[in-house]
């Protein structure tokens, strides 16, 4: 065998009491053993030389751990995982001459075996706040309050390939929760920004009818006489109207 399995609970229960020699030729006979699929030889201090450990110790560890027989030092629980290894192979063997494992159907919770140990997963979600424990994830139901363009606006936001995320509508309803407190009209805000296609939500401004602030570009001025610039010529000290240019 080149690999066993190897109990560390068990081990430490039964082996507690050991010298670290001991213990240290407890192992070493196992390794044997399981290596050559035999009875450990009679021949102590053939064994002793091998293993590289005094003989009286090796004596101690066979006579506690192993059982003396005509075929030399038996153990019987490494024979009996010898004995599946070999179950195992002539399995694996005949179903390589049958063109594989026979299909099974998978099992919802198969066995743990020694070497797999159970796994519990843990999570580290932080508790919901308030205002987040009231909010689905998008697509879902919304709050009772919330205006029938709301359903437009999250369809919007899908054929604009911006899908709403939970986090992202969780913002956008705790927006509009609290322009609603101020008295703002949350069904203009959220029908201009469909109508303007727009992904976010913005206030509507009184005058402007749009929710983002409109933008007017300054007035380039004279450098000389300070005057609205339609055309200009580029100086040193700065842009210069053409009848300051003229009369320099």
């Not at 609603?180 to 469909?194: F, L, P, R």
Request: with cysteine.
């Amino acid at each position: 065998m080149f690999y066993y399995q190897f109990n560390i609970g068990d081990y430490l229960k039964h082996t507690a009491h050991l010298s670290p020699l001991e213990d240290i030729a407890y192992r070493r006979l196992l390794d044997i053993y399981y290596d050559t699929e035999m009875p450990i030889p009679t021949d102590i201090p053939r064994v002793s030389r091998r293993l590289r450990i005094d003989p009286d110790t090796i004596k101690l560890v066979l006579d506690e751990f192993f059982e003396y027989t005509d075929s030399g030092y038996r153990n019987k629980r490494a024979d009996g995982e010898i004995a599946a290894y070999h179950a195992f192979l002539e399995k694996q063997k005949a179903n390589g001459i049958k063109g594989g494992r026979p299909k099974t159907k998978p099992t919802a919770n198969p066995p743990l075996t020694q070497a797999e140990p159970k796994i519990t997963l843990t999570t580290n979600r932080e508790p919901l706040t308030v205002n987040q424990s009231k909010v689905k994830p998008a697509g879902a139901e919304a709050p009772d309050w919330l205006p029938a363009s709301w359903q437009t606006y999250t369809q919007h936001r899908k054929e604009s390939r911006k899908p709403l995320t939970a986090t992202a509508q969780t913002a956008a309803i705790n927006k509009l929760e609290r322009w609603k407190a101020e008295g703002k009209d949350i069904a203009a805000i959220i029908t201009q920004s469909v109508e303007n296609g727009w992904s976010g939500l913005f206030e509507v401004k009184q005058g402007v009818g749009q929710g983002k602030p409109s933008f007017t570009p300054p007035k380039l001025s004279c450098c000389v006489c300070g005057g609205v610039l339609k055309g200009f010529v580029e100086t040193q000290s700065g842009k210069m109207c053409g009848t300051c240019w003229d009369k320099r």
